[in-house]
């Protein structure tokens, strides 16, 4: 199956690629809407993605790790008067109580105890954020320089440190890529810069299930092709990134699972979206379960004039099921196909029968 785009062949993103692969609704879903792709494995296959972009946990740049320890042990130096004072308030009450016993100085003691409580809670969460900082700043300047083998075609494990230390400079695309070639268009998370080398990474949400699947390899191989078109640079690999920890896997670009999966996946996309303009939904998923936790198939209580859904920046009619409380719930999946997702909360509001 070609990957070369025809004329009149519609462009899709990468990850709209991807939720394609996984279920051609959820691919139809992002179409409809032209989301932009962020690098980051988005909501579909699971539950909402936490949010990582306050106080981040990690850090991958060691500069930025450095300047948020200093930050840190700044404040945590600054705090402390904030717990020495009301100790020493609280345990000038405390005598007054023993002294007079009047109720005026409970009041006061217990005041102070619950503000010197309430600082020391403070220090503590500076403390647990400062020490995880700093194993990982260990980690990091500890680390091996370490590169994958680019004529190795298996996948091969990585530290993300390791390709730091190996001379990899980590940047972040401020412009989405785009192939005419393919009429595909996306941004990685972040590109690892060595010269004429280029590295794409995105991170995947899953941290459990580090298995690695037919959209996961379509979607590296589409980077690396966007990559090498739109900067005229070398990209044998790709890095996923597993979310919340600095390990990953190299993939290669140009391996045959990669290839075929970008090619399934972009003809399947468009025979899809073809479909669609003539009319033809696809159909349910008949294979597995991957309504379970899909993001555009969770039930959300219905709110007029808040929670309606739109296609092609045009309003759709809500499709609501009454639950067990009597309240409407719908979906974006359940709006647009006109259905109810059999995701695991909508059994559990009483939206559709089993278990």
């Not at 500890?142 to 990585?158: G, H, L, S």
Request: some cysteine.
């Amino acid at each position: 199956m070609p990957i070369r785009a025809e004329p009149n062949d519609p462009w899709v993103g990468v990850h709209m690629l991807t939720e394609f692969i996984f279920c051609p609704r959820a691919g139809l879903l992002l179409y409809d809407q032209r989301t932009e792709d962020e690098g980051d494995e988005q909501e579909g296959e699971e539950e909402a993605k936490p949010r990582l972009d306050y106080t981040p946990l990690l850090y991958y740049e060691l500069h930025a790790l450095e300047r948020e320890l200093r930050l840190l042990t700044e404040r945590l130096a600054s705090n402390w008067k904030w717990v020495g004072i009301p100790l020493v308030l609280f345990g000038l009450t405390i005598v007054g109580v023993i002294g007079s016993g009047h109720v005026f100085a409970y009041l006061l003691a217990i005041f102070f105890g619950l503000f010197f409580l309430r600082r020391v809670g403070r220090l503590a969460a500076l403390y647990w954020r400062i020490s995880r900082l700093t194993r990982q700043y260990t980690a990091a300047t500890n680390a091996t320089a370490k590169e994958p083998d680019p004529r190795n075609f298996e996948n091969q494990p990585i530290e993300w440190w390791q390709l730091i230390k190996a001379g990899f400079e980590s940047t972040p695309l401020k412009e989405r890529l785009r192939s005419t070639h393919m009429h595909v268009a996306g941004r990685p998370w972040r590109v690892l810069r060595r010269g004429s080398v280029w590295i794409p990474v995105f991170r995947k949400r899953d941290d459990k299930r580090r298995e690695l699947r037919g959209q996961h390899y379509a979607r590296m191989a589409a980077y690396c092709k966007l990559l090498e078109e739109s900067m005229g640079c070398e990209s044998p690999y790709g890095i996923v990134l597993f979310r919340d920890v600095y390990a990953g896997i190299a993939v290669a670009h140009r391996s045959r699972g990669s290839e075929s999966a970008l090619c399934r996946g972009l003809e399947g996309a468009r025979e899809v979206i073809r479909a669609a303009d003539r009319g033809q939904d696809p159909a349910k998923p008949r294979q597995g379960n991957p309504c379970s936790g899909c993001y555009h198939g969770k039930p959300f209580v219905h709110r007029p004039g808040e929670t309606e859904h739109a296609r092609n920046g045009k309003p759709l009619p809500v499709f609501a099921q009454r639950g067990d409380d009597s309240r409407p719930y719908h979906s974006a999946c359940g709006d647009r196909f006109h259905w109810t997702p059999p995701h695991t909360k909508a059994r559990a509001k009483g939206l559709i029968n089993g278990s």
